[in-house]
Antibody
Framework: EVQLVESGGGLVQPGGSLRLSCAAS????????MHWVRHAPGKGLVWVSR????????RYADSVKGRFTISRDNAKNTLYLQMNSLSAEDTALYFC????????????WGQGTTVTVSS | DIQMTQSPSSLSASVGDRVTISCRTS??????LNWYQQKPGKAPKLLIY???SLQSGVPARFSGSGSGTDFTLTISSLQPEDFATYYC?????????FGGGTKVEIK
């Protein structure tokens, strides 16, 4: 079964850090580009970051640039999102999603992991 | 950044109704437009990619059309399981952007 499973969310204080993971199974992870998308309570979907299949190219939303780092370990079939300098505005359900190539739709999504930034 | 204008933001419809949702982009994205369905607390589900291609496993009552800057998602006969929020998303260039969503509710 093709599957993405996120982990690493939780409650963190403003200014703190978290690292999210996204474990892939059931497909050849190294062939796919990957994205992080977040959904804040009561708001719409917001794209966060993407990485190409071999990890050599990354892109970020302006709202997270310089604070978040996307990476991947193709040997471990795992995607990561290192989040630093967190603020309340980062509170959201974070999803990882795969795409077959750069301009394709996101065809498989994880179930999401919740990040809550609060003192 | 490419701005996405999705309309309406919500609509009420009955089972069996034909539903149309529009998405307009601030510049041409050729056909790099995707549609997703999301239910509360769940991950989005890809319905349509490349403006008009039906994702595998998605019922044929869903269809997409358009190119350039104007796109449409149509549900030909609304079913009970279709009550959800729908988002358009451009994959033409980063930052990727989503429309604001259309909540489809039961009339």
């Amino acid at each position: 079964e093709v599957q993405l499973v996120e982990s690493g969310g939780g409650l963190v204080q403003p200014g703190g850090s978290l690292r999210l993971s996204c474990a892939a199974s059931g497909f050849t992870f190294s062939m796919y580009w990957m994205h992080w998308v977040r959904h804040a309570p009561g708001k719409g979907l917001v794209w966060v970051s993407r990485i190409n299949s071999d990890g050599s190219s990354t892109r970020y939303a302006d709202s997270v640039k310089g604070r978040f780092t996307i990476s991947r370990d193709n040997a471990k079939n795992t995607l990561y999102l290192q989040m630093n300098s967190l603020s309340a505005e980062d509170t959201a359900l974070y999803f990882c999603a795969r795409v077959r190539a750069e301009k394709w739709g996101m065809d498989v999504w994880g179930q999401g992991t919740t990040v809550t930034v609060s003192s | 950044d490419i701005q996405m204008t999705q309309s309406p933001s919500s609509l009420s419809a009955s089972v069996g109704d034909r539903v149309t949702i529009s998405c307009r982009t601030s510049q041409s994205i050729i056909n790099y437009l995707n549609w997703y369905q999301q239910k509360p607390g769940k991950a989005p589900k890809l319905l349509i990619y490349a403006a008009s291609s039906l994702q595998s496993g998605v019922p044929a009552r869903f269809s997409g059309s358009g190119s350039g800057t104007d796109f449409t998602l149509t549900i030909s006969s609304l079913q009970p399981e279709d009550f959800a929020t729908y988002y358009c998303q451009q994959s033409y260039s980063t930052p990727l952007t989503f429309g604001g969503g259309t909540k489809v509710e039961i009339k």
